[in-house]
């Protein structure tokens, strides 16, 4: 499956942004946004179900982020609130791998595509 990623940009802290993610093809995934800037490790944001029936997020953006998908369009959202410098980055979305099983459902996203990323810039 391929990704295309979009919606990222230049924003003030305290502003907000919205990133979009379309999966090609009909197949429906977890999917989820990582987030990873040079030199740093990559950092799973925020994830949810193919289904929409369950989400995650990481502490450091619980309360300011949210996830959500359109199955009929498949695409998922990451809406980003109260934008902080700390959020700048390059951020990808990626899918669950179909059959892996992890200790948490969360915990396979990411192995399976990848999108190009879309860099986030938060700073006055």
């Known amino acids: 499956v391929q990704l295309q990623a979009y919606g990222g940009g230049l924003v003030q802290p305290g502003g907000y942004l919205r990133l979009s993610c379309t999966a090609s093809?009909?197949?429906?995934?977890?999917m989820g946004w990582y987030r990873q800037a040079s030199g740093t490790p990559r950092e799973l944001v925020a994830a949810?179900?193919?289904?929409?029936?369950?989400?995650y997020y990481a502490d450091s953006v619980k309360g300011r982020f949210t996830i959500s998908r359109d199955n009929g369009k498949n695409t998922v959202y990451l809406q980003m609130n109260s934008l902080k410098p700390e959020d700048t980055d390059v951020y990808y979305c990626?899918?669950?791998?179909?059959?892996?099983?992890?200790?948490?459902?969360?915990?396979?996203?990411?192995?399976?595509?990848w999108g190009q990323g879309t860099q986030v810039t938060v700073s006055s």
């Open positions: 990626t899918t669950d791998r179909p059959g892996l099983k992890g200790r948490n459902w969360f915990d396979v996203i990411g192995f399976g595509s």
């Open positions: 093809g009909s197949s429906i995934y977890g």
């Open positions: 949810i179900t193919a289904a929409g029936d369950r989400t």
